[in-house]
Nanobody
Framework: QVQLVESGGGLVQAGGSLRLSCAAS????????MGWYRQAPGKQRELVAV???????NYADSVKGRFTISRDNAKNTVYLQMNSLKPEDTAVYYC??????????????WGQGTQVTVSS
């Protein structure tokens, strides 16, 4: 009922920047919150940042001051601006949405992921 498509990943040098985008589509009534998670090789998936419909935000301690999450509610799109990237930021980044469908069903949707690789 809800599909998420991420884009913007790639290969950058340490200290560089990337901006990830995630567009939601489908049978959406409202999106309560959207967030970004990441999973590095051999590690569990972890929350990076989340933003609510009211645009309140929370960040993992490891990215505070470097990453900024934002959203365009009209477009059902969330962004993650990543600055001062470090090699330890290398991971597959996944978009997540907590939404209510037009049939009033609760939905938790995940994107397919986009690879971010930071070289030293």
């Amino acid at each position: 009922q809800v599909q998420l498509v991420e884009s913007g990943g790639g290969l950058v040098q340490a200290g560089g920047s990337l901006r990830l985008s995630c567009a939601a589509s489908g049978n959406i009534f409202v999106i309560n919150a959207m967030g970004w998670y990441r999973q590095a090789p051999g590690k569990q998936r972890e929350l990076v940042a989340v933003i609510t419909s009211a645009r309140s935000t929370n960040y993992a301690d490891s990215v505070k001051g470097r990453f900024t999450i934002s959203r365009d509610n009209a477009k059902n799109t969330v962004y993650l601006q990543m600055n001062s990237l470090k090699p330890e930021d290398t991971a597959v980044y996944y978009c997540n949405a907590d939404a209510i469908s037009k049939t009033h069903m609760s939905i938790r949707a995940w994107g397919q992921g986009t690879q971010v690789t930071v070289s030293s």
